[in-house]
């Protein structure tokens, strides 16, 4: 005996059920694709949102990269005046010969600081609201305070101290405290190392990270000729010189 299955009336195409059952996939099908497109558009902007936090936060440390390099080179050259001030002064008669070890000091007594990077953090909003770590914004704060402190009892009072006192003898040169000088340098350095260190791990960030924001940085810089152009002007003038002394000399027969 054949038996013959019929599909049920209710289920035959164009019936009413049919149409919710067709509905109803319709909304599912619809409800998962914009689940899927709001879903990849949120994980695509959070990850635009943390490169960016991630590299406003490198901005910031290449900063204070660029303010610890100034303080090494200070810390060697007051490290070294300190020696041979102390030499000076047990031997007053090796002035002269040590008397260009100071310069690189004096040099690095008229040292300014980039500010920029330090404006667009502490007025920016949008920095504030991209970095949202309070406790970084407050380690970054501290950095740069420490930099404005170290300016204004290292660099400026030194200056002034060579500026009042100078280095012409002996006796004027033992009047600047280069001890305290390379003490106070060195304090100031490790403190901002410190806080550089602490930054990095607080915001997961590694040396090597550094390392390619710096030579992305560097990418950017176009090839001078200005080395080329001041050898062009430092022979012209030489050359004008040579002349100049030239004349003198026969206006002087």
């Known amino acids: 005996m054949n038996v013959k299955l019929h599909t049920p009336k209710t289920l035959k195409a164009g019936s009413g059920l049919t149409s919710v059952k067709q509905f109803l996939l319709s909304i599912v099908a619809t409800s998962i694709s914009i689940a899927l497109t709001f879903g990849t558009a949120a994980v695509i902007d959070h990850h635009k949102k943390q490169q960016a936090k991630k590299e406003m936060v490198m901005m910031v440390i290449n900063d204070f990269d660029k303010t610890i390099e100034i303080l090494q080179k200070a810390d060697t050259a007051f490290r070294e005046a300190s020696r041979a001030e102390q030499e000076v002064a ?3 008669e090796k002035f002269d010969q040590l008397r260009n070890t100071f310069f690189p000091a004096v040099n690095l007594s008229q040292e300014s600081f980039p500010e920029t990077i330090e404006k667009i ?3 920016s909003i949008e920095t504030f609201n991209t970095i949202g770590d309070v406790n970084f914004v407050n380690e970054v704060s501290s950095f740069y305070l420490n930099r404005q402190r170290y ?3 290292v660099l400026d009072r030194f200056r002034e101290d060579i500026e009042e006192k100078g280095i012409m003898s002996p006796k ?3 009047e ?3 001890p305290e000088y390379a003490y106070l340098n060195w304090a100031f350095l490790q403190e901002m190392k410190d806080t550089r260190d602490k930054c990095m791990l607080m915001m997961n960030v590694s040396e090597k990270d550094m390392i390619k924001f710096s030579e992305h940085q560097t990418s950017y810089k176009v090839n001078s000729t200005g080395d080329s152009l001041n050898l062009e002007m430092l022979e012209e003038f030489q050359k004008a010189e040579s002349l100049l002394f ?3 000399e026969k206006l002087k027969n």
């Open 151 to 153: 300016k204004s009892t």
């Open 90 to 92: 047990i031997y007053p």
């Open 176 to 178: 600047v405290n280069f």
């Open 121 to 123: 953090f502490s007025t």
């Open 172 to 174: 004027t040169l033992l």
């Open 246 to 248: 030239e004349a003198q």
